[in-house]
């Protein structure tokens, strides 16, 4: 069944803003959504048109959206961004993909070249398990303990994962609006989707990505270590990687400055 234009962008709750003859994709990662790109979007909405949209059930957004089996792999994610991109008609836009949705986009990347210019991956992982001598970040165990605890009392373990994944207590309003994001999410819906991150591995997909790409990530990061982000880079074919001076995984929530000094570095 082909999709219509207008079905593809009300699921994705697509939104255009700003002005400008370049389109900047927005997508925000786990656990977030589009707001947590608004420092961003107001720094660049003179000079880009700015689309930003949610990825099924990432966020609580969209969750009736969600469906298990369709997103099972992150590759279902990864058409869901050429989607909407197609439904818009938008050619040769820079993208920036936040944790999960780095590597979505990446993915996407692969599958519609065309479409992009540039590829920003803020806090993106390829894998975030320890494999070997590979440095992802999280030892099985510790993944099964994640979704354990979770499971068993998912009010406190978002509480927990917040600190953990902004690097800041409780009272941070970072951590707040993160988790305050993380419980207005199903979570069966979130489980499974946080089962399915961190259980993937695409390391092998990496040399199919032929567009430029930036890698950036904050200088310590509960979530991705920096290996983990020196992994990408190495892998990525012509990529650049810059090491930004803030902690935490959602810099451009916790220091939104520091993300757009890197932006207006990188972007064209």
């Excluded at 930003?52 to 959206?65: E, K, R």
Aim: aromatic share 6%.
């Amino acid at each position: 069944m082909i999709e219509s234009a207008s079905v593809i962008l009300e699921r994705h709750n697509a939104t255009l803003v700003g002005s400008g003859d370049e389109t900047l994709v927005l997508i925000p990662g786990f656990g977030t959504e589009q707001s947590a790109w608004r420092h961003v979007v107001d720094a660049f909405k003179d000079r880009y048109r700015i689309l930003s949209f949610d990825l099924a059930g990432v966020g609580p957004a969209n969750q009736i959206h969600y469906d298990h089996a369709r997103y099972g792999t992150l590759d279902a994610y990864a058409r869901d961004v050429v989607a909407v991109l197609g439904a818009l008609k938008v050619e040769r836009c820079v993208c920036v993909g936040h944790s999960v949705a780095g590597i979505v986009v990446a993915l996407a990347s692969v599958k519609a070249p065309h479409l992009f210019r540039k590829l920003v991956l803020l806090g993106a992982s390829a894998c975030y398990r320890n494999i070997g001598s590979y440095r992802g970040g999280f030892e099985s165990a510790e993944i099964d303990n994640q979704i354990e605890r979770a499971t068993r009392d998912y009010l406190r373990w978002t509480a927990q994962f917040g600190q953990m994944v902004v690097s800041a207590p409780a009272e941070d309003p970072t951590v707040r609006e993160f988790v305050a994001t993380l419980r207005a999410m199903r979570p069966d819906m979130a489980l499974s989707l946080l089962l399915t991150i961190l259980q993937s591995d695409l390391r092998s997909r990496l040399p199919e990505v032929t567009v430029p790409a930036v890698v950036l990530q904050t200088r310590e990061d509960s979530a991705v270590p920096r290996e983990a982000a020196e992994y990408l880079h190495d892998h990525l074919a012509g990529s650049v990687l810059e090491v930004l001076d803030a902690s935490g995984h959602l810099p451009h929530m916790s220091a939104p400055g520091t993300v757009i000094d890197a932006l207006n570095r990188h972007l064209p």
